[in-house]
């Protein structure tokens, strides 16, 4: 081979090397531009993953919380419920117990005219019974001339076995 021949060999080697390189040079910054958008592709994703994620959380939380707090006041409600059911059936106890003592005369369904004389006391208004009995006890009381038989029945009762008495002669039907 002459020189010239070996020089041109040379140059389109040079070039084509050169190109080569300059080639993968601008694959090389595609390839980082690429991986560059792929990794804040990712990030972006895990960001939103995550915002996701907590968002998820706090809602359960605040459901959990709602619910808990709904449970709280649905079993506060029922307790006090009970306890108040608790308390009028107490105090119907109460009441039936003290009406022991009346049933000989009145009936045990407070329907009978006790000895043929009193009016039914069954279903009256809680009201006119408290009242009725307290005139009774006072002695202010004598509708059919029979004021002082019923005084001794009821003396000794305190206000509150009244009020319980009178609500279980209404609650009679
Ligand atoms: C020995 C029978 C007898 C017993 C026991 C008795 N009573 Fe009477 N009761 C009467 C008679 C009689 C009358 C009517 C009295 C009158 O003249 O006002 C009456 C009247 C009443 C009245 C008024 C009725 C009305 O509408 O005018 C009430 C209320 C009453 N009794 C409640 C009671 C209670 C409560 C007891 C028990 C703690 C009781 N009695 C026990 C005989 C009895």
């Known amino acids: 081979m002459n020189k010239r021949i070996i020089f041109s060999v040379a140059t389109i080697a040079v070039l084509t090397f050169s190109g080569c390189s300059n080639n993968s040079k601008e694959e090389s910054s595609k390839n980082a531009v690429t991986k560059a958008a792929e990794a804040t592709k990712e990030t972006t994703s895990e960001v939103a993953n995550k915002a996701k994620d907590v968002a998820s959380k706090t809602t359960e939380a605040v459901k959990e919380t709602v619910n808990k707090a709904t449970k709280t006041a ?52 809680v009201a006119d019974l408290e009242k009725k009995i307290n005139e009774y006890k006072a002695g202010t009381r004598n509708s059919a001339g029979m004021g002082q038989l019923m005084q001794g029945q009821v003396k000794d009762l305190s206000d509150e076995d009244i009020k319980a008495i009178a609500e279980y002669i209404s609650s009679l039907k």
């Open 74 to 125: 649905k079993e506060t409600t029922s307790e006090v419920a009970n306890k108040a059911k608790e308390a009028t059936n107490n105090n119907n106890e109460k009441g039936k117990k003290a009406f022991n003592k009346c049933v000989g005369c009145h009936g045990t369904d407070g329907k009978t005219k006790a000895l043929g004389k009193s009016k039914i006391i069954a279903g009256q208004a």
